[in-house]
């Protein structure tokens, strides 16, 4: 979460900070089978970033050879296709490793589904960028649209639904302590 305060920067990462090592601490209040869970969502952190690394480093590869080899022809579609196909993986890794972390930090049993759903759109969107038009059937493509369409409003649905509950509990004076997006 960045602002433009760097009081409030402070506070939040204050804050950020705290909310970890009250779960680390052994006085935390978790059953073993609720730092079960917690280690084992540390360890699947830990393998996205490698795998998130692992990406990066070979999106900018391919990137590098890209703009450096006069062989590769950056209007080629099956080029464009690969790069922003590596870029999505990325993407994908990267919201799916911040819902487990948010997890952990609000001390939840569950990964919300509005993250759920928001990562299989970036993988359908994906579907989309690699697939090729010429060789798909129709079907197929009305499939992933059909499925794009359920999943957008599944989101909304799911966004609001948010946005109602968030609203009810400002107006209670209880604090959520989560992000909204847009």
Partial sequence: M???HPAMENRSNAHRHTAWRAMLSPTSGLSLYER???AIM???IALIMAVTVAATLHLVVAVWRL???????????????TVFGAM??????????????????????VVR?????LIAL????????????QATAPMEIFALAAAVLSLGIVYWLI???????IARKSASGVETGERTHA
């Fill in 36 to 38: 079960f869970e917690q």
């Fill in 159 to 165: 966004r609001e639904q948010d946005a109602r509950v």
């Fill in 122 to 133: 970036l993988a359908i969107a994906r579907k989309f960028i690699l697939l090729d038009l």
């Fill in 42 to 44: 540390l360890v699947v």
């Fill in 67 to 81: 703009l450096t080899s006069p062989a590769i022809d950056p209007t080629d579609q099956a080029v464009f296709q």
């Fill in 113 to 117: 589904v509005r993250t759920i759903v």
């Fill in 88 to 109: 999505f993986v990325v993407i994908i890794a990267l919201e799916f490793k911040r819902s487990l972390l948010a997890v952990l930090a609000h001390n939840e049993n």
């Fill in 2 to 4: 960045s602002t433009d």
